[in-house]
T-cell receptor, first 116, second 112 residues
Framework: GAVVSQHPSRVICKSGTSVKIECRSL??????MFWYRQFPKQSLMLMAT?????????EQGVEKDKFLINHASLTLSTLTVTSAHPEDSSFYIC????????????FGSGTQLSVL | RKEVEQDPGPFNVPEGATVAFNCTYS??????FFWYRQDCRKEPKLLMS???SGNEDGRFTAQLNRASQYISLLIRDSKLSDSATYLC?????????????FGTGTKLQVIP
């Protein structure tokens, strides 16, 4: 089945640095990628939707300049957390939408970001 | 009203018990429904799709009630390994745009 590869799986960084997270679709072309954030004991919250060849669509309350999303090709979408702060520490995960009705989502394995 | 709402957790049940979760959705045009299981700090894994006719997979039974706009998950003979957070997912396709909404999740703890 379709696989989404997400890297890195864990990042520990100092406050003020930028962190890039990559999601690659390995055996299919993903024109769209969903990016989620999950704080401890909370559900997945959609941050933005990246679209190949066009600007990402951000959910209300998500800072575009802080969370840079790029969908450079049909197999690669990236999320860059710029000038990360401790409050950005969270579990970030990408997901490719179903390829057809009633098909499942394809998730990356997630990135645990810890900002010191 | 939230677009997708789930039973608040946690559910603490003994091994062997039967437990049921419900999930309601607000948009009647929603088309696809799923139950996912998520272990701590891991990606959600598909447990089962939910069909109008209801479907069963071993100890798990999923039901969809379009009239009342809810889906349910029944777990029979609970195992310790069933301990996880269960997420309902509702997908709406509209004009080429796909909206995926997750419920807040219900935590299940199966106790020996």
């Amino acid at each position: 089945g379709a696989v989404v590869s997400q890297h890195p799986s864990r990042v520990i960084c100092k406050s003020g640095t930028s962190v890039k997270i990559e999601c690659r679709s390995l055996d299919f072309q993903a024109t769209t990628m969903f990016w989620y954030r999950q704080f401890p004991k909370q559900s997945l919250m959609l941050m933005a939707t990246s679209n190949e060849g066009s600007k990402a669509t951000y959910e209300q309350g998500v800072e575009k300049d802080k969370f840079l999303i790029n969908h450079a090709s049909l197999t690669l979408s990236t999320l860059t957390v710029t000038s990360a702060h401790p409050e950005d520490s969270s579990f970030y995960i990408c997901s490719a939408p179903p390829q057809a009705t009633n098909e499942k989502l394809f998730f990356g394995s997630g990135t645990q970001l810890s900002v010191l | 009203r939230k677009e997708v709402e789930q039973d608040p957790g946690p559910f603490n049940v003994p091994e062997g018990a039967t437990v049921a979760f419900n999930c309601t959705y607000s948009n009647s045009a929603s088309q696809s429904f799923f139950w996912y299981r998520q272990d701590c700090r891991k990606e959600p894994k598909l447990l089962m799709s939910v069909y109008s006719s209801g479907n069963e997979d071993g100890r798990f039974t999923a039901q969809l009630n379009r009239a009342s706009q809810y889906i349910s998950l029944l777990i029979r003979d609970s195992k310790l390994s069933d301990s996880a957070t269960y997420l309902c997912v509702v997908i709406l396709n509209s004009g080429g745009y796909q909206k995926v909404t997750f419920g807040t999740g219900t935590k299940l703890q199966v106790i020996p």
